[in-house]
């Protein structure tokens, strides 16, 4: 099972981006599939999350600029960014609760991060 991000770039103040994440493999069922980010020397912080039945869950810094949503056909999980700011500027992870189809056993994976920096 891996996830493969995309979607991340350079973009002015204002403007918008859409991340994407495509969880393939083994896969029995996807739980809980999210986002996070890392700032330079900050620790990894939760930017949004959405559980298999479309709840969703976001950090008070992005709440109304950021919509996460996912396409549980496609094992595909989606960050629209609208109104970005500086401080939006981070490596972007998304991850899921995966349940293996083989061998079995549910584990959290990550995607290998894409890079989101704003900046005029």
């Known amino acids: 099972v891996q996830l493969q991000a995309s979607g991340g770039g350079l973009v002015q103040p204002g403007g918008s981006l859409r991340l994407s994440c495509v969880a393939s493999?083994?896969?029995?069922?996807?739980?809980?599939m999210g986002w996070y980010r890392q700032a330079p020397g900050k620790q990894r912080e939760l930017v949004a999350a959405?559980?298999?039945?479309?709840?969703?869950n976001y950090a008070d810094s992005v709440t109304g600029r950021f919509a996460i949503s996912r396409d549980n056909a496609k094992n595909t999980v989606y960050l629209q960014m609208n109104s970005l700011k500086p401080e939006d500027t981070a490596v972007y992870y998304c991850?899921?609760?995966?349940?293996?189809?083989?061998?079995?056993?549910?584990?959290?994976?990550w995607g290998q991060g894409t890079q989101v920096t704003v900046s005029s």
């Open positions: 991850n899921a609760n995966i349940r293996r189809q083989y061998p079995g056993g549910s584990y959290i994976y």
């Open positions: 493999g083994s896969i029995f069922s996807i739980n809980a």
């Open positions: 959405i559980t298999s039945g479309g709840s969703t």
